[in-house]
């Protein structure tokens, strides 16, 4: 296992050389955020930011991610030049030796939760969703009380893309993922890059909209789609562990000792309901999913892939983008250490 940390570009209030001071992290984790969703990444803007990275001493380890454009996961005749891009863009980032892309197939919103700075009794604030409150969430007037998506969509684009959804059921956006997987992986495969997709998160639909990534048996059936070790997953405890029947442990050792598991997204969150929970922080005692069994799972698998703490509290005073500053995760980089050396 190595150690990594995200980080959002030079944009990002969080310097590499901050990253940088954090023992044992080696790896970043980034992306190029200006560059037009469908559009191909060039292998000069991705060296750029491997430059960037390198010169603070670090390793750009794996790319999270390529956003993958809606008309593909709508199964839109436009998709076959924009899957083109996306093999343009992964083969570029395979020239340059980055071996792993997160990405996921979450339809409009990827990540959601209706409270970004949820007060806990300690003073610090954390990320909360409760799916009575997502409810109450009025889309007709775009995104604007979604939070942390408020800038995302105007209400007409919104209403159209919302409307192009209500003919993708469950096993047409399966099949519209196979059409993807089918010709992105062997591209992948080629040039030496593991695809890890993310789970859907919250694991479960919103807003009447398809999520398939969700737990054991769809983890197996993404991997089955096209049965190459360049088809895997990236394994987010926060993001399966918000549903209780998940196995967390069990689901890595299978998963995961087929070789499929490519990079490790840790977190805890704290199930409070039924579809409601909100982020911890990292040691078990704190959250609903116990760290030491999934360390202990990745142990038994011989995992060796790049993990990075996941989504943090705000601690300290400190203010900045939800989930990603860095005193709470540099905190779960060091918990995440230890258990792993506990366990060697
Ligand atoms: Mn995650």
Redesign the pocket.
């Known amino acids: 296992m190595r150690i990594t940390f995200r980080w959002f570009g030079v944009d990002d209030p969080i310097a590499l050389a901050h990253i940088r001071q954090i023992p044992g992290v080696r790896g970043i984790v980034s992306a190029l955020y200006d560059i037009p969703v469908g559009d191909a990444w060039s292998r000069a803007r991705i060296f750029r930011l491997q430059e960037q990275v390198a010169d603070a001493g670090l390793d750009l380890a794996v790319i999270e991610s390529i956003p993958v454009h809606e008309d593909i996961k709508l199964g839109r005749a436009t998709r076959d030049r924009l899957v083109d891009q996306y093999c343009e863009s992964v083969r570029a980032m395979g020239e340059l030796g980055i071996p792993v892309l997160c990405y996921n197939f979450m339809p409009i919103f990827d ?1 959601t939760r209706t409270n970004l700075a949820m007060t806990m009794p300690d003073g610090s604030t954390t990320l909360a969703y409760d799916d009575a409150a997502l409810a109450r969430i009025d889309l007709s007037r775009g995104t604007g009380d979604l939070p942390g998506w408020a800038t995302a969509y105007d209400a007409t684009t919104l209403r159209a893309l919302l409307e192009a959804y209500r003919s993708i059921d469950e096993e047409q956006l399966w099949e519209n993922l196979a059409y993807f997987l089918e010709r992105v992986v062997p591209v992948a495969a080629s040039v030496g890059v593991k695809m890890a997709i ?1 789970p859907d ?1 919250p694991p479960w639909p919103i807003f009447g909209l398809p999520r398939i990534v969700t737990n054991a048996a769809a983890l197996e059936r993404l991997t089955r789609i096209v049965d190459d070790p360049a088809n895997g997953v ?1 394994f ?1 405890t ?2 399966l562990g918000a549903d209780e029947a998940n196995d967390l442990p069990a689901m890595i050792r299978s998963v995961g000792g087929r070789g499929r598991i490519h990079f490790m ?1 840790c ?1 805890n969150v704290r199930r409070t309901g039924a579809r409601q929970f909100h982020e911890s922080p990292h040691p078990t005692e704190f959250g609903s999913v116990n760290m030491l069994e999934v360390m202990r799972a990745l142990r038994e698998i011989g995992y060796e892939g790049p993990m990075r703490p ?2 943090g509290r705000m601690i300290w005073g400190e203010r900045g983008r939800p989930g990603y500053g860095l005193h709470d995760r540099a905190l779960g980089a060091m918990y995440l250490q230890g258990l792993w050396e506990g366990l060697a």
């Open positions: 990540w993310h998160d990236t987010c926060g993001s997204h977190r996941d989504h």
